[in-house]
């Protein structure tokens, strides 16, 4: 049983392009969570999902940062118009239906814009 | 809305000794505590959970923490460190166990020295 995939481990992009991190949940999983982790800081929660739905997207930026969990396929986490202030760790983190506690961790995605 | 403090972003202590990494947390309804692992380039992972159940969780690789209501804390312990618990420790809390919107502290690195 795989645990939760994401792609690319490392993504480089220039100022003003276009960054989408992918997250593939634990096979049974039907929740989907992004954390941001910027440098020498705690992780912080940007949105939560369910397959077509957002559920909660509080901690995501008003602007330019958007994310979707469609019915089949990944979860995608799509930051446009990069700035260097998006530079951080990207962590996605799955569970199964509610009333379990435990979310499952990625190895993240470390964005670079340069 | 609840809060976690981890009091020292750095813990250095010689292999063999106890390793002590505090967690203070802040909610106003009861809690549920995580403290996850993270090593270098890799994901977090689930060293150990407190759901109301026991007050004195014991969690993987040798870790416990005990959850002291009186004293807002979650603290982790273990009696003697090896080399390999070199990483950084997150402390976290959530509000329920249907909706997991962990909130994290800022992190503890351990250093453990031979």
């Known amino acids: 049983n795989a645990g939760v995939m994401q792609n690319p481990r490392h993504l480089v992009r220039r100022r003003g392009q276009e960054a989408r991190l992918r997250c593939s949940p634990m096979?049974?999983?039907?929740?989907v969570y992004w954390y941001r982790q910027l440098p020498e800081e705690g992780l912080k929660f940007m949105v939560y999902?369910?397959?077509?739905?957002?559920?909660?997207e509080s901690g995501m930026p008003k602007e330019r940062f958007s994310a979707e969990f469609p019915k089949e396929g990944p979860s995608i986490l799509r930051i446009q118009q990069v700035v260097r202030g998006d530079s951080a760790a990207y962590f996605c983190?799955?569970?199964?239906?509610?009333?379990?506690?435990?979310?499952?961790f990625g190895q993240g995605t470390r964005l670079t814009v340069v | 809305a609840q809060s976690v403090t981890q009091l020292g972003s750095h813990v250095s202590v010689s292999e063999g000794a106890l390793v002590l990494l505090r967690c203070n947390y802040s909610?106003?309804?009861?809690?549920?505590l995580f403290w996850y692992v993270q090593y270098p380039n890799q994901g977090l992972q689930l060293l150990l959970k407190?759901?109301?159940?026991?007050?004195l969780v014991k969690g993987i690789n040798g870790f416990e923490a005990e959850f002291k209501k009186s004293e807002t804390s979650f603290h982790l312990t273990k009696p003697s460190a090896h080399m390999s618990d070199a990483a950084e420790y997150f402390c976290?809390?959530?509000?329920?166990?249907?909706?997991?919107?962990?909130?994290f502290g800022t992190g503890t690195r351990l250093l453990v020295s031979p």
């Open positions: 096979k049974g999983h039907s929740h």
């Open positions: 983190a799955s569970s199964p239906p509610p009333g379990l506690t435990e979310a499952f």
């Open positions: 976290a809390v959530s509000k329920d166990t249907g909706f997991q919107k962990l909130v």
């Open positions: 909610s106003s309804v009861p809690p549920y």
């Open positions: 999902l369910q397959k077509e739905n957002i559920i909660d």
């Open positions: 407190y759901t109301s159940a026991a007050t």
